[in-house]
């Protein structure tokens, strides 16, 4: 009896050192694939705000009115098209895109260059792969989750990309039957054509080409007179202590985001002294 006693409790011993091993080994399995999964959404740091010179004079003049405005732009989108104007007049050269268009699909869907999938990709228009794709690719979070996103050596292969995926596609073929300029009828054509879900995307679009003057570079590559922009259209107020954003967009019949989207900001922040569009 009393071997048979032993021999139980030995059982049990071997019995519960099996399980503390068994659970073990889940644990240390767990840790590795939480260490894969943190490396694997790992954030890109966002690189410092540069402004480029470009090497076209006109195109230097424009950003150079910008840099003058500063404090009520938005430093970053200035720092973007000081970089791009350039390459975005070129593809409209060659593609008959509008330049403010390119541009102002680039700032919107690539955050400025840097968001996410613009620094781990190159890609500055959210084009996805779609049948066809040989190229490389990255996966990304966006209506779906990760999905597949083409990936180029460079952004100047964004862009070309873009004007080859507009031109190459028969929804998009009305497009290029309006006015070289006509970029208000390209913003509501792209979401019409289903290039974004977002029906706010012809209105934002808009907005950069007319806060930033986009369509100046347009006027660049058509070789037609830059005038500067008639007063009265834009109304500026400087903030004054004890304002806020809601004060503001009270005051003048807006809504708190309105007011975000006329002055390109992306928090509630305001500070004394600072000029903010309000028409």
């Not at 966002?46 to 732009?73: F, H, W």
């Amino acid at each position: 009896i009393k071997m048979n006693k032993q021999i139980h409790i030995f059982k049990r011993k071997i019995c519960c050192q099996s399980y503390f091993i068994i659970g073990t080994l889940f644990f240390l399995l767990s840790l590795t694939s939480c260490g894969s999964s943190r490396k694997a959404t790992k954030r890109i740091p966002v690189p410092k705000v540069v402004i480029e010179t470009p090497k076209d004079k006109k195109v230097k003049r424009e950003v150079a009115k910008l840099l003058k405005k500063k404090s009520r732009l938005n430093i970053r989108t200035i720092a973007y098209i000081s970089k791009y104007a350039e390459t975005a007049m070129y593809e409209m050269k060659k593609n008959k895109i509008p330049a403010s268009i390119t541009l102002a699909q680039g700032i919107l869907e690539s955050g400025n260059g840097v968001s996410q999938l613009a620094l781990k990709s190159n890609n500055h228009f959210g084009v996805k792969c779609h049948k066809g794709w040989n190229g490389k690719s990255v996966r990304h979070d966006d209506d779906k989750k990760q999905e597949c996103f083409r990936k180029y050596k460079e952004v100047a292969q964004s862009y070309k990309d873009h004007s080859k995926f507009l031109k190459t596609r028969d929804r998009y073929d009305f497009l290029f039957k309006l006015k070289k300029h006509d970029y208000k009828g390209w913003a509501k054509g792209l979401k019409k054509a289903g290039y974004a879900t977002d029906k706010k995307y012809p209105k934002k679009l808009i907005h950069l080409i007319e806060t930033y003057r986009l369509y100046n570079f347009d006027k660049i590559v058509l070789r037609k007179k830059i005038k500067e922009a008639t007063k009265g259209k834009v109304k500026i107020y400087r903030v004054r202590k004890g304002d806020t954003l809601y004060s503001i967009s009270k005051k003048y019949k807006l809504s708190v985001q309105e007011l975000k989207e006329l002055n390109d900001l992306s928090s509630n922040t305001v500070r004394i002294d600072q000029e903010l569009r309000v028409k």
